[in-house]
């Protein structure tokens, strides 16, 4: 197909499509004519790609141009890409507030006791250190007494994920399966645990709202 046929076919402009080429996210299409190239469902689904971990994973183009050059080492350890490409998608905080100390402390003591074999460089621990400050810093620092139900829910999901990926991963590669399964199932995960909050309000909430409400118009009838 032309690369006006690639646009229609994906719904991304051409220009944007020529920018992700020059940008190495994209490869160039095979040269049929000096000004001519031609694109296959391979630019297709790389595409498709681009635009959800842009779109709906919300990385940058940055973001996204590491985490394809580790969806494209099959040669590497899946171990070592995952840590790669977790790097390249977990944001880093730009300032650190007070209390970090301890955060990190509180952080480390999780890790061991949870026995989980990461290393403290990893970008996520600094991040759960700079989260677990902030709330202490509002008066929140209670909301580390669910850190464990916290950590064992995560474990579910993480080997959920892993599942996930060997399931078929011949079609498009354990890599890119996992890399792409922990961008877009954290936009999943994030979605899921807001309706998930939605239902609990409800029942927590909502009903025992509704039961006083009801008590309140039987005892005013009553008192009529």
Not at 49 to 61: E, W
Not at 125 to 136: D, F, G, M, N
Request: proline share 4%; charged share 30%; glycine share 10%.
């Amino acid at each position: 197909m032309r690369i006006g046929e690639l646009s229609r076919e994906t719904g991304v402009a051409i220009p944007t499509i020529k920018y992700y080429v020059r940008e190495g996210l994209l490869p160039a299409g095979r040269l049929t004519s000096p000004n001519q190239a031609s694109y296959d469902d391979g630019h297709v689904r790389r595409l498709r790609l681009i635009r959800g971990l842009i779109d709906v994973g919300g990385l940058s183009v940055s973001s996204v141009r590491d985490v394809l050059a580790a969806v494209d080492s099959p040669e590497e350890a899946v171990h070592d890409v995952l840590g790669v490409a977790q790097g390249a998608i977990t944001p880093r905080t730009a300032a650190a507030p007070e209390g970090m100390e301890r955060a990190r402390q509180t952080v480390a003591e999780l890790v061991r006791r949870r026995g989980w074999r990461v290393e403290p460089d990893h970008p996520s621990y600094e991040k759960l250190a700079v989260a677990l400050a902030t709330l202490r810093g509002i008066a929140h620092g209670e909301f580390e007494e669910v850190m464990d139900d916290y950590a064992e829910a995560c474990e579910r999901v993480a080997a959920a994920d892993l599942a996930w990926a060997e399931r078929n991963a011949e079609v498009d590669g354990l890599v890119e399966r996992v890399v792409v399964g922990t961008v877009l199932g954290d936009a999943v995960l994030s979605a899921m645990r807001r309706l998930a909050h939605v239902e609990a309000s409800a029942r927590t909430f909502g009903e025992a709202g509704e039961r006083g409400a009801s008590e309140a118009e039987v005892k005013g009838a009553g008192g009529r």
